[in-house]
């Protein structure tokens, strides 16, 4: 007996050792996340993963005013000495006191190009997936458009820019990039925003309405080819986006009534869904709200 009581423990002990010597001993799966290597298979999986690039659209525009409008003289700041919340920031900017210091100017930067990240790596992962080529194109001109708009951000901020149109599969090769000359990146933004105009539809159905179109491709090259000065091509351009159904409302108010979103007027907009607890807000009314 004593000797099978031996011969099982060594038999335990060798599966042991042996299990451990192993390589991938340590490689397990981690049950709450989905592993991109089994994701992307199906057109369900890439709408996920294309709402999810719409859905870090908020985490740009949300601060837009700071860079477009508070700088210039369309807009100031009045706070309540009480309460001065972001006083700070936004102050920074409408005095031009900003640097390449400044908490916010690096905060968007690191933001973009995690959003570009994204849009890279789906791009890569359609192809591979099971359906068909129509889906294909019409998923790729959906991230060809906001990965332009962002390349265009960038531009209008920084001129040179990293350019980086590839899934990065390993975070070490992000050091193997440059800054490009910007006009390098408005190529790169022209010929994704053809890719797009090539690919997208007029209109989509009710449940699809917020999705990039072929008019808000246009809309945005044409405003691509004005920053250029390529005047000619930004007439031909726009003049595409006319016949394609949009005019303007009868009510001036009417295109800033919340309950009116994606209106005639609307070319594109940034959907809010609002009426839940999943943190879609902003601090927008509290910065420029009149007090009594």
């Known amino acids: 007996m004593k000797n099978i009581v031996i011969l099982i423990l060594l038999g335990i002990t060798l599966c042991f050792v042996e299990s451990s010597c192993k390589k991938d001993f340590l490689n397990t799966t981690d049950p709450t996340k989905i592993g991109v290597d089994v994701f992307y298979k199906n057109q369900a999986e890439i709408n996920l993963a294309i709402n999810g690039c719409y859905g870090q659209l908020k985490s740009v525009i949300g601060s837009q005013y700071l860079f477009n409008e508070m700088i210039t003289d369309n807009t100031t700041i009045d706070f309540n000495p009480g309460d001065r919340g972001p006083a700070s920031r936004d102050e920074t900017f409408e005095f031009f006191e900003f640097n390449s210091g ?34 294909k194109n019409k998923s790729a001109g959906q991230l060809k458009f906001l ?9 209008q901020y920084f001129g040179d820019a990293v350019l980086i149109t590839v899934a990065l599969n390993e975070p070490s090769k992000a050091w193997d990039y440059l800054r490009v000359p910007q006009a390098q990146i408005y190529t790169q933004i022209e010929t994704d925003l053809k890719d797009a105009v090539s690919t997208l539809p007029v209109k989509y159905d009710a449940a699809n309405v917020g999705r990039v179109t072929k008019g808000a491709a246009l809309t945005l090259l044409g405003k691509v080819y004005l920053t250029e000065k390529k005047y000619p091509d930004a007439i031909s351009t726009l003049n595409q986006v006319l016949p394609l159904g949009y005019t303007l409302v ?33 601090n927008f009314i509290y910065t420029f709200a009149p007090r009594a």
Do not use: C, H
């Open 250 to 282: 009868s009510n001036y108010a009417d295109a800033f009534d919340p309950q009116k979103k994606n209106g005639s007027e609307s070319v594109f907009e940034v959907q809010y869904q609002g009426g839940n607890d999943l943190g879609q807000w902003s």
């Open 147 to 155: 990965r332009a708009y962002y390349y265009f951000e960038l531009t």
């Open 102 to 135: 400044t908490t916010n100017i690096s905060s968007m930067y690191n933001t973009i190009y995690n959003n570009l990240y994204n849009i890279n790596n789906t791009l890569t992962k359609i192809q591979a997936a099971s359906v068909t080529d129509s889906i």
